[in-house]
């Protein structure tokens, strides 16, 4: 059981996503970053699927009343256990009683935080709605009674596939995905677009604003979506269109010529002209860019798409194979 002490700004129940129900207008959520929950997972001997917790701006304080064992993947806020320091990609015994404490402020030095996610061995045991675990905050269903965790919510932990040798066993540690020096610090975060549907309906320098500007992620955007600010994108002519399709990372630009990249809990159609979509490979970094963050559009086809979510699996795969190495249990 986990007793939440102090939820922070947001924190709720997150698993891999709820898939499948689009044509029901079902969103699929999720984690917004599935590469850290799975990594915190892993570091845990959970499956990857596992349902962990996703922490917004920090502020967040946690009592275990069992004994387990916990990881946090992604951004860095000072995260210490009864005041021993926790470092983001390090799997951790916890004794029954102790406190995980995050603080406000990214610690790490690379770049301003916004997103962690916490993995404890076992899973949080909510019931499954749809076949997900995750919390649908617009809707109101999934997770923790479908809503944020709020200040004594108590969540139980399921049964871990740990012995107790692994439960108790030292810390250890893998190495997280890279981000370039400086990036989201005193360099831009690059993300890199395929071009949407409707990207030919742009003025030539509206598409060259796209590539060559930078873009400022405003303080107005959520899990549903980042709300760019930068120079107006304008379309060649206004016209209506009708509701199409949209996913995670789908760039929208509304009449006001600001896009909008799409997160875990957008819509499933929108009527919107799709400029762009940000690739699959490189919504982790969107996950954890920090609001008033600065961002650079990269304009990439679909052969390089593929190959850097190729590039992606196979780290995940060094991952498992590390892990097996060292007799840690695997269930991807």
């Given at each position: 059981?986990?007793?939440?002490?102090?939820?922070?700004?947001?924190?709720?129940?997150?698993?891999?996503?709820?898939?499948?129900?689009?044509?029901?207008?079902?969103?699929?959520?999720?984690?917004?970053?599935?590469?850290?929950?799975?990594?915190?997972?892993?570091?845990?001997?959970?499956?990857?699927?596992?349902?962990?917790?996703?922490?917004?701006?920090?502020?967040?304080?946690?009592?275990?009343?069992?004994?387990?064992?916990?990881?946090?993947?992604?951004?860095?806020?000072?995260?210490?256990?009864?005041?021993?320091?926790?470092?983001?990609?390090?799997?951790?015994?916890?004794?029954?009683?102790?406190?995980?404490?995050?603080?406000?402020?990214?610690?790490?030095?690379?770049?301003?935080?916004?997103?962690?996610?916490?993995?404890?061995?076992?899973?949080?045991?909510v019931l499954p709605v749809l076949g997900s675990r995750?919390?649908?905050?617009?809707?109101?269903?999934?997770?923790?009674?479908?809503?944020?965790?709020?200040?004594?919510?108590?969540?139980?932990?399921?049964?871990?596939?740990?012995?107790?040798?692994?439960?108790?066993?030292?810390?250890?540690?893998?190495?997280?995905?890279?981000?370039?020096?400086?990036?989201?610090?005193?360099?831009?975060?690059?993300?890199?677009?395929?071009?949407?549907?409707?990207?030919?309906?742009?003025?030539?320098?509206?598409?060259?604003?796209?590539?060559?500007?930078?873009?400022?992620?405003?303080?107005?955007?959520?899990?549903?979506?980042?709300?760019?600010?930068?120079?107006?994108?304008?379309?060649?002519?206004?016209?209506?269109?009708?509701?199409?399709?949209?996913?995670?990372?789908?760039?929208?630009?509304?009449?006001?010529?600001?896009?909008?990249?799409?997160?875990?809990?957008?819509?499933?159609?929108?009527?919107?002209?799709?400029?762009?979509?940000?690739?699959?490979?490189?919504?982790?970094?969107?996950?954890?860019?920090?609001?008033?963050?600065?961002?650079?559009?990269?304009?990439?086809?679909?052969?390089?798409?593929?190959?850097?979510?190729?590039?992606?699996?196979?780290?995940?795969?060094?991952?498992?194979?590390?892990?097996?190495?060292?007799?840690?249990?695997?269930?991807?």
């Open positions: 059981m986990i007793t939440v002490l102090r939820p922070g700004i947001l924190a709720s129940v997150q698993d891999l996503g709820r898939h499948g129900h689009r044509q029901l207008g079902i969103c699929p959520g999720g984690a917004l970053d599935t590469l850290a929950l799975t990594l915190a997972n892993r570091l845990v001997g959970n499956a990857d699927g596992a349902a962990g917790l996703e922490i917004t701006l920090g502020n967040c304080e946690l009592r275990f009343e069992s004994d387990t064992r916990i990881a946090l993947a992604g951004d860095d806020f000072s995260a210490c256990l009864d005041g021993q320091r926790l470092w983001p990609c390090w799997s951790v015994a916890v004794g029954a009683g102790q406190t995980l404490k995050l603080g406000g402020t990214n610690a790490s030095g690379r770049k301003p935080g916004l997103r962690t996610w916490l993995a404890v061995a076992g899973g949080i045991d995750s919390t649908d905050l617009k809707a109101g269903f999934g997770g923790h009674q479908g809503r944020a965790l709020r200040k004594n919510d108590q969540l139980s932990i399921g049964p871990s596939a740990l012995d107790e040798a692994q439960r108790t066993c030292r810390q250890f540690g893998l190495r997280p995905p890279g981000w370039a020096a400086g990036e989201g610090l005193t360099e831009p975060i690059s993300l890199r677009v395929m071009q949407g549907p409707e990207y030919e309906q742009y003025l030539v320098a509206a598409r060259a604003a796209l590539w060559g500007e930078e873009w400022r992620i405003t303080t107005q955007s959520n899990r549903m979506g980042s709300r760019l600010a930068g120079t107006e994108l304008k379309r060649r002519r206004h016209a209506d269109m009708l509701s199409s399709a949209v996913i995670p990372g789908t760039i929208q630009v509304p009449p006001s010529g600001q896009p909008i990249i799409l997160m875990g809990d957008a819509q499933t159609t929108g009527g919107y002209p799709r400029i762009g979509v940000v690739i699959r490979a490189d919504l982790w970094k969107l996950a954890q860019a920090p609001l008033n963050g600065r961002l650079r559009l990269v304009e990439v086809d679909a052969v390089a798409a593929r190959d850097a979510w190729d590039a992606q699996q196979r780290y995940l795969r060094q991952v498992a194979q590390g892990l097996i190495s060292a007799n840690w249990p695997v269930q991807t």
